[in-house]
T-cell receptor
């Protein structure tokens, strides 16, 4: 009964390839996020979607494209992978896009991407 | 985003209370104070949050200074499972739900 799940857990690929990471939440939340944690352990927001609508798009290369087929899923597609894309990617969700910032975010277990 | 300052690391003995400080001198009146923690090889998890008053939940307590320029996360009885990186995060209560993580405090629990 994992609340926020991600697949795969590990992803090893060559430079230049295109890959996807999937995220699903079964909490009935309206908002989902992607965060990136680099090798120095800094955790940064990449994207946020609410009910399939993009609401946060930080300065991320356009090789990264989130796709939300429904509000329970937010997938991350990465084209033309580069060495610097190696990181742990975390998906998260929160209840709603209300004007309150008190909505707790629930994080997935992470996907460790290694680009060779 | 308002900035927070935390010690890089702290140690505590098992079964003793732990006080994790956070300075946020530029906090605005509408900023909530959130604490998350990240256990090894896991995603961050919510610990507690507050605005002005002290808060308690089953995991921890949050003590907020009267001027709100600092706060302290209190683990009442640390266990080995509490070893993690603890993040103090400010988040405004209008229109912006992103969490801006700093470097956090790495808490080591000594058996």
């Amino acid at each position: 009964d994992t609340a926020v799940s991600q697949t795969p857990k590990y992803l090893v690929t060559q430079m230049g390839n295109d890959k996807s990471i999937k995220c699903e939440q079964n909490l009935g939340h309206d908002t989902m996020y992607w965060y990136k944690q680099d090798s120095k352990k800094f955790l940064k927001i990449m994207f946020s979607y609410n009910n399939k609508e993009l609401i946060i798009n930080e300065t991320v290369p356009n090789r990264f494209s989130p796709k939300s087929p429904d509000k329970a899923h937010l997938n991350l597609h990465i084209n033309s992978l580069e060495l610097g894309d190696s990181a742990v990617y975390f998906c998260a969700s929160s209840l709603s896009r209300s004007r309150l910032s008190t909505d707790t975010q629930y994080f997935g277990p992470g996907t460790r991407l290694t680009v060779l | 985003d308002a900035k927070t300052t935390q010690p890089n690391s702290m140690e505590s003995n098992e079964e003793e209370p732990v006080h994790l400080p956070c300075n946020h001198s530029t906090i605005s009146g509408t900023d909530y104070i959130h604490w998350y923690r990240q256990l090894p090889s896991q995603g961050p998890e919510y610990v507690i949050h507050g605005l002005t008053s002290n808060v308690n939940n089953r995991m921890a307590s949050l003590a907020i200074a009267e001027d709100r320029k600092s706060s302290t996360l209190i683990l009442h009885r640390a266990t080995l499972r509490d070893a993690a990186v603890y993040y103090c995060i400010l988040s405004p209560n209008f229109g912006n739900e992103k969490l801006t993580f700093g470097t956090g405090t790495r808490l080591t629990i000594i058996p």
